[in-house]
């Protein structure tokens, strides 16, 4: 089944986009690096979205058609553990899949991380 995410509330929305547009405008050298792998369906033609907001959340990327969030972790999140899992554990509830990856990953070995993402997009649940 593929999930179509809703707008967030009007109010709600007029808080997030405008930073969504900042996060879009201001990436991580990571979050750069996998967006483009990513965008214009370089990854096997799939269409990615990036600071993309879902509910409460914006998401680093996002997959519709395989209901697939990718986030990018920095170190600002070492001190985030439980809130991420908080987090992911209510977008998985929602039905999406969730995948992680360290900044340190992605600068290192895009080509792995790339393959993890072709992966969970080809090999999705029925």
Not at 32 to 60: C, M, P, S
Not at 69 to 92: M, T
Not at 107 to 125: F, G, L
Request: glycine share 4%; aromatic share 8%; with cysteine.
């Amino acid at each position: 089944m593929r999930w179509r995410t809703r707008r967030p509330e009007p109010e709600l929305w007029a808080r997030l986009k405008p930073k969504a547009l900042e996060m879009r405008h201001q990436p991580t050298a990571a979050e750069a690096r996998l967006w483009a792998v990513l965008k214009n369906g370089n990854l096997d033609g799939f269409k990615f979205r990036r600071q993309h907001a879902i509910e409460t959340y914006i998401v680093d990327f996002f997959c519709a058609e395989a209901n697939l969030i990718i986030e990018v972790d920095g170190s600002v999140h070492d001190g985030n553990v439980e809130q991420d899992a908080y987090r992911q554990g209510i977008l998985e509830t929602s039905g999406f899949r969730v995948l992680r990856f360290r900044n340190e990953q992605v600068q290192a070995d895009i080509a792995a991380v790339r393959q993890a993402i072709r992966e969970a997009v080809t090999n999705r649940p029925a």
